[in-house]
T-cell receptor, first 112, second 112 residues
Framework: ELKVEQNPLFLSMQEGKNYTIYCNYS?????LYWYRQDPGKSLESLFV?????AVKQEGRLMASLDTKARLSTLHITAAVHDLSATYFC????????????FGEGTQLTVNP | EAQVTQNPRYLITVTGKKLTVTCSQN?????MSWYRQDPGLGLRQIYY???????DKGDVPEGYKVSRKEKRNFPLILESPSPNQTSLYFC???????????FGPGTRLTVT
């Protein structure tokens, strides 16, 4: 059974600081996804990482994938309040791209 | 506007009363999926469909049925709802398997 673990689960940080969210998974996969969810809202796709060594950046967020270590990171640079949300990673456990297993989510609060 | 729609958005029902949650996408996506989101458990996949008339079980299919008679629609059917199916449900679609998934707004279901 594929397990996906995120840490930390809760993160409170100050504006302007940097931090990293980690996503570990238990089986071989080269497809990993990051999503953002605002309170009471749906999920918004942030990044799709499809190969070992993939790195993608959008604004203050950068995601990377190390398939050998079974690890993805979501790095936040110079956080701002608008980044407060819950961030999920999800791993595709099958080559078909059909079976997504989500982590529990990291609830990020950026304080002024 | 490209979107995934779900109806109803909120539903309170009683144990055993059959219900259907509709999901429709206007992006001509092949792949569609249903998830449920529960506190502390994250999102779990219920069923997915890779194309018309092609569906398969996700991680938590018990108590649910789906059908995919048209490309744009993927309804979720609860034949005999029970209180443990109280949850927030999301439908999602993607152009291809393994591609970026677009989520609907969610349906909050309460079964009493």
């Amino acid at each position: 059974e594929l397990k996906v673990e995120q840490n930390p689960l809760f993160l409170s940080m100050q504006e302007g600081k940097n931090y990293t969210i980690y996503c570990n998974y238990s089986t071989t996969s080269d497809r990993l996804y990051w999503y953002r969810q605002d309170p009471g809202k749906s999920l918004e796709s942030l990044f799709v990482l499809l190969s070992n060594g993939a790195v993608k950046q959008e604004g203050r967020l950068m995601a990377s994938l190390d398939t050998k270590a079974r690890l993805s990171t979501l790095h936040i640079t110079a956080a701002v309040h608008d980044l407060s949300a819950t961030y999920f990673c999800a791993v595709d456990g099958e080559t078909s791209g059909s079976r997504l297993t989500f982590g529990e989510g990291t609830q990020l609060t950026v304080n002024p | 506007e490209a979107q995934v729609t779900q109806n109803p958005r909120y539903l309170i029902t009683v144990t055993g009363k059959k219900l259907t949650v509709t999901c429709s996408q206007n992006m001509n996506h092949e792949y569609m999926s249903w998830y449920r989101q529960d506190p502390g458990l994250g999102l779990r996949q219920i069923y997915y469909s890779m194309n018309v008339e092609v569906t398969d079980k996700g991680d938590v299919p018990e108590g649910y049925k789906v059908s995919r008679k048209e490309k744009r629609n993927f309804p979720l059917i609860l034949e005999s709802p029970s209180p443990n199916q109280t949850s927030l449900y999301f439908c999602a679609s993607s152009l291809i398997q393994g591609g970026e998934q677009y989520f609907g707004p969610g349906t909050r279901l309460t079964v009493t």
